[in-house]
């Protein structure tokens, strides 16, 4: 399905001040295009601007050189107002090479600002991003504002001094064009010098390379007669609370939000994993943090991993796993396990374009299916989803919570973009966190391992070590009154009965479900999870600044669903859910509520843009016969 | 510990389960021996945990009165390394079978050898899969008739030790069954072993491939069918010790020669190559190996886990120093 896109018209280079800008840096993956967007996104965040994140990279480690497949690229969306995507079209699109122009300059504004390394363009690099002549001459770049450099020969004269050869001269390219794009918004060059002096404290001369080629390039735009129409661009500063921030990927939010879920919790935590795209900066990041009551296992496979998250569990910590989508498949069995024998575990699936291999570094929210219904028997399992890269902490520490209080598996989803993608984050104070300490059972007098909480059905957690409460659990049926084996008929349906119970009452301990923007009744809510709250937010945002009767509803849990997600969805005319697959969320919708809830898909391994989101908004209005 | 450990007797290792294998199954005699044993270790019985995968042998946690986890097919070592972890305190056990440890479970035997965590791993070997009623296994001699292999099976056979000393196991032994005194000798050392202690345990299964091992537990031929190792003694056999094994230097294969003679090998259980060689003895030529075929001292896996947790924690930390670790910007 082609979805329909609305162009934003939001985007002006005329003035000299602009309220939000989209820049994209795009080159080799051999470039250091990341690095470059890492340090501009830094410098921006200190002057002031609001501003979201998406490194968009390509699945081969280090391609051909000129290779469109080898393309790395990184996006960043800032500007006065509150920013929840990575943008729609570009308004400065910086390109190292041709490959490099012909992956993105489709998605450059007319009138947008394009910077080139003419020195880039050699007819071996035309001939391998497949242009039959070179574009810089054929006046097919004539509607964008063009600013030609040999990036290469101005590098190269602003590292001269330092003799380093042309091989490793050339590297700096990458920071002379930041300096020139931190120039063209007005940008602090001091925390980049500062991270290049750290980075290469062992080599002074490439950090003073480096440093040199940042500050030529910021030299540059204030002293090279520039094309008309290029000039520096003031982004006046967000109203954002006050508090002390930082930037944070989702990543690093989840890694943090489990450490955090341990220390409420009291709990020791193993991390067990096995290196899966793009899932894997997860295992990195827990694994610095070790110095809390934190440990890793690297597994020599998934099932190994969920496996051992398990004997952590039964062991008396709180074991968590983390996949994609094909690894997370392997350890549906084990996570079959953890139901059965009531031990809470943590399944965190950073969700990747499908099926089998698929995309493994593009964004899909494809596992939904999986997660709800994906193992065998009748295995509930509470599933939540984060919805931006900062809500990966919260949502970490709910995992937590349910799977210690409910002793139960639990799925956390996340997925490809919120993983890798940053935002500005307002540090939490972690003393106003409530704390959920573990109490495991120790009383040996008529101890039993089937002893539930009432209130929960929560099994005793009884781990080895303690006195008088040895026990044998297993993976076969097990009896209500004692825990052994019971293949008593009876006993089977009043267990299965009690699981699905204990999931299903997680609803009566969880929020209510809040509508994030516009009113709690109108003509339509557009009703999303995950990692599609920016774009829906800003569609919707939009709408409404058009007079649109347009609410958004982001739903964090699952399953189980919200107790009162069938009233607020029934108070609406219309329902919209848009989704990262081919509408699996809205079928649940449809089939919990019977209600005429209807799809937006997008299968194409990025974000939703906002424009196509707002098209989806202007259609369903127009079809429902009036506007408010 | 503060205080002296009440003395137990195997009474109080046997759970109230009521014990369900074939009757004849060569895993009673086992449960029965590991049940005796586990008072001597005189270690508190809460720290003792079994964990299996499935089949026959794999009900084993069931029957002892410690901390037991019957998890799923294959996956007992995995599990048994979070436990570990978790938890270095305990004495873990593994239990598990020809077809739980290398068919499906093959790739997590060679991990947790490879990584040497600090476990116990019984392997009950009956070149058969039982529960699923008689199937052959990675064990089971080429040609076992069964009814997925009616004419014969085709693939060719594993030895548990061989495998196990390849994937650089630090502990590698062979008992039998029914042989209380040698089982209780034998566990009893990969107990005392630091790292994964692998043992497989040649168990008859009366059902589905009776007789398999008869040869070397039967009283009238065993004594000319295997050899007892101990370390430091020449390596000889028979029903008058007249038998004894040598290398032969041209052909780096070990071979029959009388006892008397001078070359008789002498065993050694810190010998890799020797020890591989021993693993793959087997009849008509050559008697069976038991005893404890190999040994090597090397670091577990778990206690380098906490040498890196000791050392990395040696400053304390909180929440609000990771949250504001790094680049941090104030708004007024």
């Not at chain 1, 094909?326 to 996570?335: H, M, N, Q, R, T």
């Not at chain 2, 996956?75 to 305190?89: C, H, Q, S, W």
């Amino acid at each position: 399905m082609e979805l329909v896109e609305e162009n934003l018209n939001e985007h002006h280079l005329d003035e000299k001040e602009v309220v939000d800008v989209v820049v994209r840096f795009a080159g080799d993956s051999g470039d250091g295009m990341q690095l470059t967007g890492n340090n501009f996104t830094e410098a921006t965040a200190l002057y002031g601007n609001d501003l979201s994140t998406f490194p968009d990279f390509p699945a081969e480690i280090r391609a051909p050189v000129g290779a469109t497949f080898g393309v790395s690229a990184f996006q960043i969306y800032f500007g006065a107002n509150d920013v929840t995507t990575a943008g729609d079209a570009l308004d400065v699109l910086v390109v190292m090479n041709p490959a490099a122009l012909i992956t993105n300059v489709d998605n450059l504004v007319d009138g947008g600002l394009l910077i080139v390394d003419s020195g880039a363009f050699t007819a071996k690099n035309l001939t391998k991003a497949k242009y039959q002549v070179n574009p810089l001459e054929d006046g097919s770049l004539d509607k964008f504002r063009v600013l030609e450099i040999d990036i290469t020969k101005q590098v190269l004269a602003a590292v001269a001094e330092f003799n380093l050869g042309h091989k490793t001269g050339v590297r700096s390219k990458n920071m002379w064009t930041l300096g020139l794009v931190l120039w063209l918004f007005d940008r602090d060059r001091a925390g980049t010098i500062k991270s290049l002096k750290t980075k290469f404290a062992s080599k002074p001369d490439i950090a003073n390379a480096n440093i040199a080629a940042l500050n030529a390039g910021h030299a540059y735009g204030e002293t090279a007669e520039l094309p008309a129409g290029i000039h520096v661009y003031k982004v006046p500063k967000a109203k954002v609370l006050p508090g002390t921030y930082r930037n944070i990927t989702g990543t690093n939010a989840l890694a943090w939000g489990l450490v955090a879920g341990s220390e409420l919790a009291n709990i020791d935590l193993l991390f067990a994993s096995y290196p899966i795209t793009p899932a894997s900066n997860l295992l990195h990041e827990l694994v610095r943090h070790r110095d809390f009551d934190i440990n890793t296992f690297q597994a020599e496979d998934e099932i190994a991993a969920v496996c051992a998250a398990i004997g952590a569990s039964f062991a008396g910590s709180l074991g968590v796993t983390s996949s994609a989508g094909p690894g997370i498949a392997l350890k549906s069995e084990g996570i079959a396990l953890a139901c059965a024998t009531e031990l809470p575990l943590i399944v965190v699936n950073t969700q990747r374009g499908g099926p089998s291999t698929g995309l493994p570094t593009k964004t899909e929210q494809s596992d939904l299916n999986m997660a709800l219904h994906g193992r065998h028997g009748d295995t509930p399992m509470p599933v939540i989803a984060s919805s931006t890269p900062a809500d990966c902490f919260d949502v970490a520490i709910e995992a937590v919570r349910l799977a210690t209080k409910y002793m139960t598996p639990v799925m956390l989803l996340s997925d490809g973009y919120l993983a890798n993608a940053a935002e500005p984050w307002k540090i939490p104070d972690f003393t106003e966190f409530e704390p959920f300490p573990v109490q495991h059972y120790t009383k040996a007098e008529d101890f039993k391992p089937s002893i539930r909480n009432e209130e929960t059905l929560a099994r005793v957690w009884a781990k080895p070590g303690t006195a008088g409460v040895e026990h044998r659990i297993g993976g076969i049926e097990r009896s209500f009154d004692t825990g052994d084996i019971s293949y008593d008929p009876a006993n089977h349906q009043k267990m299965t009965d009690l699981r699905q119970a204990k999931v299903a009452g997680i609803a009566n301990d969880i929020p209510l479900q809040e509508v994030c923007l516009g009113n709690k009744t109108g003509k339509l809510a557009v009703v999303g999870w995950g990692s599609t709250f920016g774009a829906i937010h800003q569609a919707v945002k939009r709408a409404r600044a058009e007079g649109l009767d347009v609410s958004h509803i982001q739903v964090r849990y699952l399953a189980p669903l919200p107790r009162n997600l069938e009233e607020l969805l029934k108070s609406f005319d219309s329902i919209l859910v848009p989704e990262m697959n081919t509408g699996q969320f809205v079928r649940l919708i449809r089939s919990e509520y019977l209600i005429d809830a209807e799809a937006i898909n997008k299968v194409a391994g990025q974000p939703f843009k906002i424009g196509e989101i707002l098209a989806a908004i202007h259609a369903k209005i127009a079809a429902s016969g009036s506007n408010s | 510990m503060n205080q002296a450990l009440p003395k137990l007797t195997v009474k109080d290792y046997a759970s109230n389960q009521e014990v369900r294998w074939c009757p004849g199954c060569g895993d009673y005699a086992i449960l029965k021996t590991i049940q005796k044993l586990m008072p001597t270790f005189e270690q508190p019985k809460e720290n003792q945990v079994f964990i299996s995968g499935i089949g026959c042998s794999s009900r084993f946690p069931y029957y002892m009165n410690t901390f037991g986890f019957h998890t799923i097919h294959g996956r007992a070592p995995a599990v048994a390394t979070g436990v570990k972890l978790a938890n270095p305190e305990l004495d873990v056990w593994v239990i598990t079978g020809d077809g739980d440890g290398f068919s499906i479970g093959g790739n997590h035997m060679l991990h947790v050898l490879r990584r040497n965590v600090d476990l116990q791993i019984l392997l009950f070997n009956n070149e058969i899969y039982g529960l699923t009623k008689g199937q052959y296994s990675p064990t089971s001699q080429t040609g076992t008739r069964t009814p997925s292999s009616p004419t014969g099976s085709i693939d060719l056979p594993l030895a548990p030790c061989e495998v196990a000393i390849g994937s650089g196991g630090t502990f590698i032994a062979r008992t039998i069954d029914t042989q209380a005194k040698h089982l209780a000798a034998v566990v009893t050392r990969g107990h005392d072993h630091r790292g994964a202690s692998f043992i497989e345990i040649l168990q008859n299964c009366p059902i589905y491939n009776d007789g398999i091992f008869e040869q070397v537990t039967d009283k009238k031929t065993a004594a000319d069918f295997k050899v007892e190792l101990v370390h430091g003694e020449p390596i000889i056999f028979g029903k008058e010790r007249e038998r004894g094994i040598r290398l032969n230097h041209d052909s780096l294969k070990l071979e029959l020669v009388d006892a008397s003679s001078d070359d008789v090998l002498v065993h050694d259980e810190t010998n890799k190559v020797l020890a591989t060689m021993l693993a793959i003895m087997k009849g008509p030529d050559l008697p069976v190996a038991v005893g404890v075929i190999y040994r090597e001292e090397k670091n577990s896996y778990v206690d380098d886990s906490q040498q890196q947790l000791i050392s990395v924690r040696k400053t304390k930390v909180s929440m609000a120093d990771l949250l504001t670790s790094g680049h941090t910007w104030e708004v007024e």
